[in-house]
DNA sequence: CACGCGTGGGT
DNA sequence: TACCCAAGCGT
């Protein structure tokens, strides 16, 4: 099967012009690549600007501190990725002379690249013949071969990227990768495909059997897991207490304020507040109720002024005191964010 | 290898 | 409301 050749004719008339297009610089590809990883084009396009306009190539990157990369990157979700980027950097400074890599097994095992990322860069930049195989290229294929394989399966990743292997222009793989992304981001959408305007209507099997709405087959969403987190307003004058949340759970290497989990009554948190933080805190009054959905769970986030607090009375030194000026240095995860500016508002 | 990891938009 | 979807990767 040859799609390689309708899909490129296709691709020289449709292309469509990204702020990345046509470099073949690895850095810009990398963070391109990393920016777009289960992200919509009009969400990462600003924040993709940005940050190659803070940092323009590998020394810059490397050479920043974490709060800074973390604080270009909030609100874009995911945040290991600005968190693995960095690492990454300054990994290819220190050993590869500031060098990014072309071997693609040494640029596979770059932290935060994998299989699809790797072979962007190496296909794009390189001209290296390695498949790109995101979302829209298994939704694509799946299509074309008509095949109800989940394509988010072991099974259905090792068929899919058998084949796209198979199908790859071996003289323009780039080119290749990204108009198969292009044609699934544009032409074959996930709902309504509009199959009359598609390169691929003549071999597309799925379009053939009129079966492509059925296409792709995933594997059943799992549920939802629900939680409370009670955040706490601790002011005095300009500044407020936050602190970095470490470890290995969500908006890790971010900021928060003192946070208590649970679904508990003002009196219980105001006593684990007191052991947790050593922050004495006689009268809690809520302020704001929200609910935040990820993908994996549902927070029911609630946050409550601490009104009698001395700084004197706050021992543990995760702490921090802030004043509202210099909060704009520290990322901080979106309810978080939006919680804040509401003070700053009113 | 199933699951954890964000956020925003669409239906 | 409650899903689904979007240029994946680490563990």
Known sequence: MDIASPLLLWYDRHARTLPWRGSRDPYIIWVSEIIFQQTRIEQGTGYFLRFVGRFPDLHSLAAAGEDEVLRLWQGLGYYSRARNMLFTARFIVENHGGIFPSDFEMIR??????????????SICFGQVHAAVDGNVYRVLSRVI???????????????????????????????????????????????????????????????????????????????????????????????????????????????????????????????????????????SEIRRIKHVLTHAKLDIRFYAVTTVSKASIGNKSLLWVSGRNIVEYPFPKPLVDFLDSLSES
């Open 146 to 284: 008509a095949d109800k394989t989940a394509i988010d399966s072991t099974k259905g990743q090792v068929l899919f990227k058998r084949l796209a292997q198979e199908l790859i222009s071996r003289q323009r793989p780039g080119d290749f990768n990204e108009a198969l992304m292009d044609l699934g981001a544009t032409v074959c959408k996930p709902r309504s495909p509009e199959c009359t305007i598609c390169p691929l209507i003549n071999l597309c099997r799925a379009c053939e059997l009129k079966i492509q709405g059925e296409l792709p087959v995933k594997s059943p969403a799992i549920k939802k897991s629900a939680s409370v987190m009670n955040y706490l307003l601790v002011m005095q004058g300009e500044e407020i207490v936050i602190q970095k949340r470490t470890g290995k759970g969500i908006w890790n290497g971010l900021y928060e304020l003192p946070m208590i989990a649970g679904d508990l009554e003002p009196a219980s948190i105001a006593a684990e507040c007191q052991s947790v933080y050593g922050i004495k805190a006689d009268n809690l």
């Open 109 to 122: 095992k770059l932290k935060g690249i994998g299989d699809y990322t790797a072979s962007c860069i190496a």
